[in-house]
């Protein structure tokens, strides 16, 4: 479910216009409320909440929905360069850069894609709290998706939640990946040895990596993958676990050829918009790190 028809944002109020369908009903009031969950797709929660902060109204023909309320950043804004691949007034996505956290973990000294998410919508006057829809690894490169409001915030965490957000990442491993290797359907689960790892384990969560498609060169392949699930280091485990574990990946066996990460990027990214309905498609270019290791293992016979 998702709006198809006109609409315009005027500050913090999203206005429609539905028309007869509702403005010609006896009990507007339920009308709109039946046709915002069942026609628009409005989450119950922020239906029922908007409902008590009088956060919809009529003014006229026009339907006036409270969507985008100033709200604090949530986390320090401090500036770093940020590319944005994707924007609207629900939705940003950004190309998260190599050796940045999404987030801050428990010392929180480092300065995060959040916080750099933060200094950006203080130097654009958004006034939004930073919401991360998914991660990814520290030294992986890649689309990170951000809902700029509550009711982006519950459908894209609804999609994930559904497996409908696509996210394809392409991977530079040790060893010639047989083309019959095209699922890898193993759960994962804590390493009790190492606080940092993951390993397949039996007793862990379900896990399914799939590969949709690959260069064979002489001693390493490059691999496009997308994940069914989203388990903590998924791609990083099965593919070692395989005996292909990702160049420059140390924690999980991936010797370094002179690069310094693990080489893991997320290519694309693909959802439909929370509101609209609409299919956004969405490219991070190679950083120039990757696009350089590529070029190496197509070109010399071996890897050292």
Request: hydrophobic content about 40%; overall charge neutral; glycine content about 8%.
């Amino acid at each position: 479910m998702s709006y198809q028809g006109n609409w315009v944002r005027r500050g913090e109020w999203l206005e429609l216009t539905p028309g007869k369908i509702l403005t010609g009903q006896s009990d507007r009031e339920g009308a709109t409320a039946k046709w915002l969950l069942e026609t628009v797709g409005m989450p119950e929660k922020l239906l029922r909440k908007l409902q008590h902060t009088e956060g919809i109204q009529w003014r006229g023909d026009r339907l006036r929905l409270s969507l985008f309320p100033a709200r604090e950043a949530g986390i320090e804004p401090m500036w770093s360069e940020l590319e944005v691949l994707y924007e609207d007034d629900f939705c940003l996505v950004v190309n998260k850069p190599a050796g940045m956290a999404v987030h801050p973990d428990d010392r929180g000294t480092e300065t995060t894609l959040n916080h750099t998410v933060a200094a950006y919508y203080e130097a654009s006057g958004v006034e939004a709290a930073v919401r991360h829809i998914h991660r990814l690894d520290k030294d992986t490169t890649g689309p990170v998706l951000y809902a700029k409001n509550e009711y982006a915030q519950l459908k894209l965490d609804e999609a994930m939640r559904q497996k409908e957000i696509v996210r394809i990442y392409v991977a530079i491993v040790q060893g010639r990946v047989s083309p019959d290797l095209k699922v890898i359907d193993l759960p994962i689960g804590k390493d009790r040895h190492h606080a940092q790892r993951r390993r397949v384990s039996l007793t862990g969560q379900t896990a399914v990596t799939r590969i949709i498609e690959s260069e064979v060169y002489r001693q390493a392949s490059l691999l496009y993958l997308s994940l069914e699930t989203g388990r903590t280091h998924q791609i990083r485990v099965h593919l070692s676990h395989m005996g292909h574990a990702i160049l420059g990946d140390s924690l999980y066996g991936g010797y370094s050829v002179s690069f310094g990460r693990q080489a893991l990027h997320g290519a694309r990214l693909s959802f439909s918009h929370p509101f609209t309905g609409e299919i956004i498609e969405v490219a991070a270019p190679w950083p120039e790190d990757l696009l350089q290791l590529k070029a190496e293992i197509a070109s010399k016979p071996f890897l050292r």
